[in-house]
């Protein structure tokens, strides 16, 4: 078939005319597409509240991450990930609270991550524990004039640090030299003997409650109420088998009174899935199903180490080689804390202090 | 200028072939719509709210729950069979435990009035596909415009984040941030590691879904199952959750958690020590079979094992 010049360009116009508009819509509804990567997975968008701020909306699979980052949880509460354990931080028109500081040397990324949700100054800092992880950036941050986090502040009063006594009083214990290994600036400036502290800021009330002798014996968990958002320290993470921290004062029936007690904190919003979220002391942000997870696999830990242990009164090794732990042992063991380390941790507890 | 009938006819061809550009994969099937199990229509589960969900296969899945200690069949290595071991049905009882959904390693094995849906863009290409109507609703959406999975970080759920894509007649999505769960309903559990890869195929009136439960800590080898719909235009998801719908209608959807018994410990979890089952023998009984075969394991799937198990008698 020939056509005429003419009548080719004609049938160009035509195709074009019906076509073109066609393949625009295309592009124009691709972009359009990326909107529902806001929205998040499942009902109602309640994982894309976790995943908002991580800059993944739109299909991007390649955009780069920081490893140093924060993402947004839920209300006015945000997660720093990568550096070291993991830090909350609540920033509003008053500045910024911090949960902990993370791991020593990380700072400079720590404060870049801030910075890139408030340039507001840190007014706050409570430490969970007293594991190095958590607060290796306190001499840092508790040293910043008017916790000031962009180099541009006319300096003011130090950020306030606020953890339980018992957490003040391992700090400043003096090793083998004398010396407390750690900074002075670095200590809480407040430590709290009582159950709980409360704080306001930013529009919301702020829990801070003790929980005895779980991974250490100075633990805080910290509520921010308006936002539902319930930070655990290490009594809590997703990526470790329970970090029992005897030496520091922590027992395997602390940890559980304390996952008791965030479970009765947490709601979930439906079907057990949802509602209050809980940053974990390491690992992804989850909620009470996954804290409930957790506690029955302590729970039933604790059970089977008490038949082997008080019932059957077993050797440490004839309590290895039975497994009380199969089950979450290829979940959760890792070099730094181990399976054996954590059944010899409990053989310690239940046969020292007899009654688990 | 006046073009003759070959000319529209030319335009015509050319106008098809571009705007099948951006048209869908000539070989996307229509799921769209309710499905049902067959053998639906003898269980009415919410009165005057049409048939219920079929029994015609896996009767036990889709009504009281199988066996305790039955994981024959199951892939399980040591670590998931005592994981399996462990599980005690007061567990249920349990308020923190009462209101969990089906999850997807499980979901479409359960109960079901399946509603396919779906999102379209404005020149009617599938964004998503949402599947919803399994067991307490834990709708999967089905995201098919190339976004990118979740990161380490991200919460899981019940229902997981899933991606799809057509290939040939079956549209294959993948499925990861599950939430701790089961691959059945006696405690055989999922690790928050599984992913789940589901093939759905439609053949007139047929849907077929595969879906295969891949565990590192659980399983030694992929988990495959398959289920069957037919269209069911006069169900409605709504069977599920109607209100005042009968014995079973509201806790479909609707579930509200509540201590059901006295609890001197509220904070107790029921479990058994993994060593010490005591229905560790029930369902091998009842079978007349050895228990280690209901003990699960990639061999109990074959069907050489039958043969293994009648000499073994």
Redesign the interface.
């Given at each position: 078939?020939r056509?005429a010049k003419?009548?080719f360009f004609?049938?160009?116009a035509?195709?074009a005319l019906?076509?073109v508009p066609?393949?625009g819509?295309?592009t124009?509804?691709?972009q359009?597409?990326g909107a529902?990567?806001e929205g998040g997975?499942?009902?109602g968008g309640?994982?894309g509240q976790?995943?908002g701020g991580?800059g993944?909306g739109?299909?991007d699979?390649k955009a780069p991450?920081a490893s140093v980052r924060a993402?947004k949880v839920k209300g006015n509460v945000w997660?720093i990930?990568g550096a070291g354990a993991n830090i909350a931080m609540q920033a509003g028109k008053e500045g910024v609270v911090l949960v902990d500081t993370g791991a020593p040397g990380m700072t400079d990324a720590v404060l870049a991550a801030i910075r890139s949700v408030s340039a507001g100054p840190i007014r706050y800092v409570f430490s969970t524990s007293v594991t190095l992880d958590h607060i290796g950036g306190n001499a840092v941050i508790d040293a910043l004039p008017g916790g000031d986090t962009t180099g541009k502040g006319r300096g003011g009063p130090l950020p306030n640090n606020i953890a339980h006594a018992n957490l003040l009083d391992r700090m400043s214990r003096p090793g083998p030299d004398g010396n407390s290994p750690f900074p002075t600036v670095g200590w809480p400036s407040d430590g709290y003997l009582s159950t709980r502290r409360n704080v306001y800021f930013n529009d919301e009330n702020i829990d801070l409650i003790h929980e005895p002798n779980a991974h250490t014996d100075g633990d805080t968990i910290v509520y921010f109420r308006a936002s539902n958002v319930l930070v655990s320290g290490d009594i809590f993470t997703?990526t470790n088998l329970p970090l029992i921290d005897r030496k520091q004062g922590g027992t395997s029936k602390g940890m559980?009174d304390a996952l008791?007690a965030m479970?009765d904190i947490a709601q979930?919003e439906n079907?057990?899935?949802g509602g209050t979220?809980i940053i974990p002391g390491h690992?992804?942000?989850?909620?009470?199903?996954?804290l409930?997870?957790y506690?029955?696999m302590l729970?039933?830990i604790r059970?089977?180490m008490k038949?082997l242990v008080t019932v059957k009164h077993l050797t440490l090794e004839q309590v290895k080689a039975?497994?009380p732990l199969?089950?979450?042992?290829?979940?959760y063991s890792r070099p730094d804390w181990t399976t054996d380390m954590l059944i010899e941790t409990l053989y310690q507890e239940y046969k020292g202090d007899g009654k688990p | 200028?006046k073009?003759?009938r070959?000319?529209?006819l030319?335009?015509f061809c050319?106008?098809a072939a571009?705007?099948m550009?951006?048209a869908p994969p000539a070989s996307a099937q229509d799921i769209v719509g309710a499905w049902n199990q067959p053998g639906a229509g003898g269980a009415v589960i919410a009165p005057g709210n049409g048939p219920g969900f079929g029994f015609e296969e896996d009767a036990e899945e889709r009504a009281t729950g199988p066996y305790l200690v039955d994981y024959l069949g199951l892939p399980l290595n040591?670590?998931?069979r005592?994981?399996a071991l462990?599980y005690d049905g007061a567990?249920l009882g349990v308020p923190?435990?009462q209101?969990?959904?089906h999850p997807s390693t499980y979901s479409f094995w359960g109960p079901i009035n399946l509603r396919i849906a779906e999102?379209l863009?404005?020149?009617l290409?599938v964004?998503?596909y949402h599947v919803g109507g399994t067991f307490?609703?834990?709708?999967?959406?089905i995201?098919m415009?190339?976004?990118?999975h979740?990161?380490?970080?991200?919460?899981?759920?019940?229902?997981?984040?899933?991606t799809g894509q057509w290939q040939g007649n079956t549209l294959v999505t993948t499925t990861t941030?599950i939430?701790?769960a089961w691959i059945r309903r006696n405690g055989s559990?999922t690790?928050?590691?599984a992913v789940v890869t589901t093939f759905y195929t439609r053949n007139e009136n047929t849907l077929t879904v595969v879906w295969m439960v891949h565990d590192?800590?659980y399983l030694t080898e992929t988990y495959t199952h398959s289920t069957d719909f037919v269209p069911a235009p006069q169900v409605s998801t709504a069977t599920f959750g109607a209100p005042g719908g009968g014995a079973a209608g509201g806790t479909f959807t609707q579930?509200f958690a509540a201590d059901e018994t006295v609890r001197p410990d509220p904070?107790f979890?029921p479990?058994y020590?993994?060593?010490?089952n005591p229905f560790v023998d029930e369902r091998a009984d009842k079978l007349h079979i050895p228990a280690a075969a209901t003990l699960g394991g990639a061999e109990t799937a074959a069907p050489e094992y039958q043969d293994k198990l009648k000499r073994t008698k």
């Amino acid at each position: 078939m020939r056509i005429a010049k003419q009548r080719f360009f004609g049938a160009a116009a035509l195709v074009a005319l019906v076509a073109v508009p066609m393949i625009g819509v295309r592009t124009l509804s691709a972009q359009a597409q990326g909107a529902p990567a806001e929205g998040g997975q499942g009902r109602g968008g309640r994982g894309g509240q976790g995943r908002g701020g991580q800059g993944r909306g739109g299909g991007d699979a390649k955009a780069p991450v920081a490893s140093v980052r924060a993402i947004k949880v839920k209300g006015n509460v945000w997660m720093i990930v990568g550096a070291g354990a993991n830090i909350a931080m609540q920033a509003g028109k008053e500045g910024v609270v911090l949960v902990d500081t993370g791991a020593p040397g990380m700072t400079d990324a720590v404060l870049a991550a801030i910075r890139s949700v408030s340039a507001g100054p840190i007014r706050y800092v409570f430490s969970t524990s007293v594991t190095l992880d958590h607060i290796g950036g306190n001499a840092v941050i508790d040293a910043l004039p008017g916790g000031d986090t962009t180099g541009k502040g006319r300096g003011g009063p130090l950020p306030n640090n606020i953890a339980h006594a018992n957490l003040l009083d391992r700090m400043s214990r003096p090793g083998p030299d004398g010396n407390s290994p750690f900074p002075t600036v670095g200590w809480p400036s407040d430590g709290y003997l009582s159950t709980r502290r409360n704080v306001y800021f930013n529009d919301e009330n702020i829990d801070l409650i003790h929980e005895p002798n779980a991974h250490t014996d100075g633990d805080t968990i910290v509520y921010f109420r308006a936002s539902n958002v319930l930070v655990s320290g290490d009594i809590f993470t997703t990526t470790n088998l329970p970090l029992i921290d005897r030496k520091q004062g922590g027992t395997s029936k602390g940890m559980l009174d304390a996952l008791n007690a965030m479970l009765d904190i947490a709601q979930p919003e439906n079907m057990m899935e949802g509602g209050t979220y809980i940053i974990p002391g390491h690992g992804r942000v989850c909620d009470q199903a996954d804290l409930v997870e957790y506690r029955d696999m302590l729970h039933e830990i604790r059970d089977r180490m008490k038949d082997l242990v008080t019932v059957k009164h077993l050797t440490l090794e004839q309590v290895k080689a039975q497994r009380p732990l199969i089950g979450w042992e290829g979940r959760y063991s890792r070099p730094d804390w181990t399976t054996d380390m954590l059944i010899e941790t409990l053989y310690q507890e239940y046969k020292g202090d007899g009654k688990p | 200028m006046k073009l003759t009938r070959t000319d529209q006819l030319t335009a015509f061809c050319l106008a098809a072939a571009v705007c099948m550009v951006g048209a869908p994969p000539a070989s996307a099937q229509d799921i769209v719509g309710a499905w049902n199990q067959p053998g639906a229509g003898g269980a009415v589960i919410a009165p005057g709210n049409g048939p219920g969900f079929g029994f015609e296969e896996d009767a036990e899945e889709r009504a009281t729950g199988p066996y305790l200690v039955d994981y024959l069949g199951l892939p399980l290595n040591d670590e998931g069979r005592a994981r399996a071991l462990s599980y005690d049905g007061a567990l249920l009882g349990v308020p923190q435990h009462q209101c969990m959904p089906h999850p997807s390693t499980y979901s479409f094995w359960g109960p079901i009035n399946l509603r396919i849906a779906e999102d379209l863009d404005d020149n009617l290409n599938v964004v998503a596909y949402h599947v919803g109507g399994t067991f307490r609703r834990a709708d999967r959406t089905i995201y098919m415009d190339g976004r990118p999975h979740p990161d380490e970080y991200a919460p899981h759920t019940w229902a997981g984040f899933t991606t799809g894509q057509w290939q040939g007649n079956t549209l294959v999505t993948t499925t990861t941030h599950i939430k701790w769960a089961w691959i059945r309903r006696n405690g055989s559990a999922t690790s928050d590691e599984a992913v789940v890869t589901t093939f759905y195929t439609r053949n007139e009136n047929t849907l077929t879904v595969v879906w295969m439960v891949h565990d590192p800590l659980y399983l030694t080898e992929t988990y495959t199952h398959s289920t069957d719909f037919v269209p069911a235009p006069q169900v409605s998801t709504a069977t599920f959750g109607a209100p005042g719908g009968g014995a079973a209608g509201g806790t479909f959807t609707q579930c509200f958690a509540a201590d059901e018994t006295v609890r001197p410990d509220p904070y107790f979890v029921p479990n058994y020590l993994p060593w010490a089952n005591p229905f560790v023998d029930e369902r091998a009984d009842k079978l007349h079979i050895p228990a280690a075969a209901t003990l699960g394991g990639a061999e109990t799937a074959a069907p050489e094992y039958q043969d293994k198990l009648k000499r073994t008698k």
